[in-house]
C-alpha cells in the first residue's frame, strides 16, 4: 500500500458524504453523466484572507494559467490586485475584469503585443528583441507602451518544483543586461513600470522563499541602481507551494511574510517609493477544488485490484504524475460517501484512457467502492481542467462548475 497526500483541511476528517460549497458531492454530480470539476470560492477568499494578514503592504495578483475557468476569474476580480496572464487568450478572459493586468510569457507574437498595447495593460518583457517590436507597435498606434522587464535573476528557488532562474533561460532577459534595456525604454518615451522577478514554483520551505525574496530585493536594487531609476513596481513573483504528498506540509506564509516586512523596512533607498508584488496561482486556488468521476468498473487482476473511473489523465494530468514530477506520487483521494470510513481496501484508480499513465491512484486504501459511486480527488483547482490533454483518446472535457 502506498500513501496519499493531505487532504486540504476545509475537506478532512468529514463523516459520511463530502462537502463542497455546502452541498453534498452526489449532489453536485445529480443527472450527470462525467466528470466534474467543483471549485469553491469560499476556500479562495480565505487564502486571500490569510495572504492580506501576512503581506499588508504587498499586492496580490493571481496568475491566471493556474485556473482560467471565467466564474472564478470574475469571483477573484473582486479579492485581488491583479490578473497576470501569459497569452492573447488569458488577456481575453480578463479584459473585461476592471482589474490590472500583466503578460508575461517568452514568445509573444506581434498580435499578441498589439492586443495588450491597445488594451493599456503592462507586458513584462522576455527580450531585448521584444522590447524593439512593442516598441514599435506602440509607435504605429499613437500610443504609450507600459513596459516590465521580466528579469532571469541569479538567483533560484531553492527546493522549487520548477526552477525558472538562475540559469540559460527562455525567460527573461540575463540581469547583466537588464539597465542597459530600461535606459533604452525610457528614452524611447515607454510607461516604464518595473521589473518582474520570479524565481520559481511549487516551494514549501518557507525559509528557501525566504531568501529567494531578500535576494530579489537585492537584486532590483542593484539593477535600478545600474539603470539610474527607481522602479514604480517589482514583482517579487510568487513560487508558493501546495502540499500534495504524503510527508508534504504547508508553506508557513505567515512567517515569509513577517521576514519580507524585515527585508523591505531595510530595502535600499533607491526602492523606497517602489511598490511590490507577489504572483501566485495554485497557492490560491489549488486546495479550492475538488475533481468527481464515478467508478464505472471495478476489476481484479494479477493480485491486485482496480477501480476505473469515467475520466482521468485527460482532466487530471497532474494527479496521474505526468505534469512535472520526477516520481509518480498519490494526491489525495476519497470515496465521497464515505468520508471517514475505515479503508481497508487496498486498490488502484485508474483513468478510461488506453495508456499506463493514466493512473489516478497507485495502490491506496480506501473504503470498498460499488459501480457507479463517486471519487474525489482533492487538489483539484489548479492546473486541472486546462492544463490536461481533454482531447487525447475522445472521451471530451470535463464539466467545470463555481460553487455558490
Ligand atoms: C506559472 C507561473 C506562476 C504561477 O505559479 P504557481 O506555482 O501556480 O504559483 C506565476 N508566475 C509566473 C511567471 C509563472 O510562470
Given at each position: 500500500?502506498?500513501?496519499?497526500?493531505?487532504?486540504?483541511?476545509?475537506?478532512?476528517?468529514?463523516?459520511?458524504?463530502?462537502?463542497?460549497?455546502?452541498?453534498?458531492?452526489?449532489?453536485?454530480?445529480?443527472?450527470?453523466?462525467?466528470?466534474?470539476?467543483?471549485?469553491?470560492?469560499?476556500?479562495?477568499?480565505?487564502?486571500?484572507?490569510?495572504?492580506r494578514?501576512?503581506?499588508?503592504?504587498?499586492?496580490?495578483?493571481y496568475?491566471?494559467?493556474?485556473?482560467?475557468?471565467?466564474p472564478?476569474?470574475?469571483?477573484?476580480?473582486?479579492?485581488?490586485?491583479?490578473?497576470?496572464?501569459a497569452?492573447?487568450?488569458?488577456?481575453?478572459?480578463?479584459?473585461?475584469?476592471?482589474?490590472?493586468?500583466?503578460?508575461?510569457?517568452?514568445?509573444?507574437?506581434?498580435?499578441?503585443?498589439?492586443?495588450?498595447?491597445?488594451?493599456?495593460?503592462?507586458?513584462?518583457?522576455?527580450?531585448?528583441?521584444?522590447?524593439?517590436?512593442?516598441?514599435?507597435?506602440?509607435?504605429?498606434?499613437?500610443?504609450?507602451?507600459?513596459?516590465?522587464?521580466?528579469?532571469?535573476?541569479?538567483?533560484?528557488?531553492r527546493?522549487?518544483?520548477?526552477?525558472?532562474?538562475?540559469?540559460?533561460?527562455?525567460?527573461g532577459?540575463?540581469?547583466?543586461?537588464?539597465?542597459?534595456?530600461?535606459?533604452?525604454?525610457?528614452?524611447?518615451?515607454?510607461?516604464?513600470?518595473?521589473?518582474?522577478?520570479?524565481?520559481?514554483?511549487?516551494?514549501?520551505?518557507?525559509?528557501?522563499?525566504?531568501?529567494?525574496?531578500?535576494?530579489?530585493?537585492?537584486?532590483?536594487?542593484?539593477?535600478?541602481?545600474?539603470?539610474?531609476?527607481?522602479?514604480?513596481?517589482?514583482?517579487?513573483?510568487?513560487?508558493?507551494?501546495?502540499?500534495?504528498?504524503?510527508?508534504?506540509?504547508?508553506?508557513?506564509?505567515?512567517?515569509?511574510?513577517?521576514?519580507?516586512?524585515?527585508?523591505?523596512?531595510?530595502?535600499?533607498?533607491?526602492?523606497?517609493?517602489?511598490?511590490?508584488?507577489?504572483?501566485?496561482?495554485?497557492?490560491?486556488?489549488?486546495?479550492a477544488?475538488?475533481?468527481?468521476?464515478?467508478?464505472?468498473?471495478?476489476?481484479?487482476?494479477?493480485?491486485?485490484?482496480?477501480?476505473?473511473?469515467?475520466?482521468?489523465?485527460?482532466?487530471?494530468?497532474?494527479?496521474?504524475?505526468?505534469?512535472?514530477?520526477?516520481?509518480?506520487?498519490?494526491?489525495?483521494?476519497?470515496?465521497?460517501?464515505?468520508?471517514?470510513?475505515?479503508?481497508?481496501?487496498?486498490?488502484?484508480v485508474?483513468?478510461?484512457?488506453?495508456?499506463?499513465?493514466?493512473?489516478?491512484?497507485?495502490?491506496?486504501?480506501?473504503?470498498?467502492?460499488?459501480?457507479?459511486?463517486?471519487?474525489?480527488i482533492?487538489?483539484?483547482?489548479?492546473?486541472?481542467a486546462?492544463?490536461?490533454?481533454?482531447?487525447?483518446?475522445?472521451?471530451?472535457?470535463?464539466?467545470?462548475?463555481?460553487?455558490?
Amino acid at each position: 500500500m502506498k500513501p496519499m497526500g493531505p487532504i486540504p483541511p476545509e475537506f478532512a476528517a468529514q463523516q459520511g458524504a463530502l462537502i463542497i460549497g455546502g452541498r453534498s458531492a452526489s449532489a453536485w454530480m445529480e443527472g450527470r453523466d462525467g466528470p466534474l470539476f467543483v471549485y469553491d470560492p469560499a476556500i479562495v477568499a480565505a487564502r486571500v484572507a490569510r495572504f492580506r494578514a501576512a503581506f499588508p503592504t504587498i499586492d496580490l495578483h493571481y496568475a491566471i494559467k493556474a485556473n482560467p475557468f471565467p466564474p472564478l476569474l470574475a469571483a477573484m476580480a473582486a479579492m485581488v490586485d491583479g490578473f497576470d496572464v501569459a497569452s492573447s487568450g488569458e488577456l481575453a478572459k480578463v479584459t473585461d475584469l476592471g482589474r490590472p493586468v500583466s503578460f508575461a510569457g517568452p514568445g509573444k507574437r506581434d498580435a499578441e503585443l498589439t492586443a495588450a498595447i491597445a488594451a493599456g495593460i503592462t507586458l513584462n518583457l522576455e527580450s531585448e528583441g521584444e522590447a524593439r517590436r512593442a516598441l514599435a507597435i506602440a509607435d504605429r498606434l499613437g500610443r504609450t507602451p507600459r513596459l516590465a522587464v521580466r528579469v532571469n535573476p541569479d538567483v533560484e528557488l531553492r527546493g522549487s518544483g520548477m526552477k525558472m532562474g538562475g540559469r540559460p533561460s527562455p525567460f527573461g532577459i540575463d540581469a547583466e543586461r537588464v539597465p542597459a534595456l530600461v535606459r533604452d525604454l525610457i528614452a524611447a518615451g515607454a510607461d516604464w513600470r518595473g521589473f518582474h522577478i520570479y524565481a520559481g514554483s511549487q516551494a514549501l520551505d518557507p525559509q528557501a522563499i525566504i531568501d529567494t525574496q531578500a535576494a530579489t530585493i537585492a537584486l532590483a536594487a542593484r539593477l535600478a541602481e545600474a539603470a539610474g531609476q527607481a522602479p514604480p513596481l517589482v514583482n517579487l513573483g510568487g513560487g508558493f507551494g501546495i502540499p500534495y504528498f504524503a510527508g508534504d506540509s504547508p508553506l508557513d506564509i505567515e512567517r515569509v511574510g513577517a521576514a519580507l516586512t524585515e527585508a523591505l523596512d531595510a530595502r535600499s533607498e533607491i526602492l523606497s517609493d517602489t511598490r511590490f508584488a507577489i504572483e501566485l496561482g495554485r497557492w490560491l486556488v489549488a486546495e479550492a477544488g475538488v475533481y468527481l468521476a464515478h467508478v464505472v468498473d471495478i476489476k481484479d487482476s494479477g493480485g491486485e485490484r482496480f477501480a476505473i473511473l469515467d475520466g482521468g489523465l485527460n482532466h487530471q494530468l497532474a494527479a496521474s504524475g505526468n505534469f512535472g514530477t520526477v516520481v509518480r506520487r498519490n494526491y489525495p483521494l476519497a470515496l465521497a460517501h464515505a468520508m471517514g470510513a475505515a479503508a481497508d481496501q487496498t486498490l488502484s484508480v485508474v483513468g478510461p484512457l488506453c495508456t499506463p499513465l493514466d493512473r489516478l491512484g497507485d495502490r491506496i486504501a480506501l473504503p470498498r467502492p460499488d459501480m457507479g459511486d463517486i471519487v474525489a480527488i482533492f487538489l483539484a483547482g489548479a492546473y486541472g481542467a486546462s492544463a490536461s490533454p481533454a482531447a487525447f483518446l475522445g472521451h471530451g472535457p470535463a464539466d467545470e462548475v463555481l460553487a455558490r
